[in-house]
Nanobody, 120 residues
Framework: QVRLVESGGGLVQAGGSLRLSCLAS????????MGWYRQAPGKQRELVAQ???????NYADSVKGRFTISRDNAKNTVYLQMNSLKPEDTFVYYC??????????????WGQGTQVTVSS
């Protein structure tokens, strides 16, 4: 079984910073893509940033220049450094990873979500 656990959310004032972390654990053979999504109540989940095992990165236009995604392959961990936060960045943030297990099964896994609230 595979598990993703996020940490680092919270309440911050506009202009502030937060760093999210997501640790993948379990029967992992290889982690392909890792990323962060966010979702508001009643809305669709949207991509924030993704990073491949080779280091290719993709950002949503709304966060370019403010957010930085990185990963530590040795620790099976992905990070999201969020700077210059705005009230419109207030969402539940979810970690996502495409993982190949030791049983040779590949699938998408999600964390439980972490709330980020930016006050004006």
């Amino acid at each position: 079984q595979v598990r993703l656990v996020e940490s680092g959310g919270g309440l911050v004032q506009a202009g502030g910073s937060l760093r999210l972390s997501c640790l993948a654990s379990g029967s992992i053979f290889r982690i392909n893509v890792m990323g962060w999504y966010r979702q508001a109540p009643g809305k669709q989940r949207e991509l924030v940033a993704q990073i491949t095992s080779g280091g290719m990165i993709n950002y949503a236009d709304s966060v370019k220049g403010r957010f930085t995604i990185s990963r530590d392959n040795a620790k099976n961990t992905v990070y999201l450094q969020m700077n210059s936060l705005k009230p419109e960045d207030t969402f539940v943030y979810y970690c996502n990873a495409e993982i190949t297990t030791n049983q040779a099964m590949t699938g998408a896994y999600w964390g439980q979500g972490t709330q980020v609230t930016v006050s004006s």
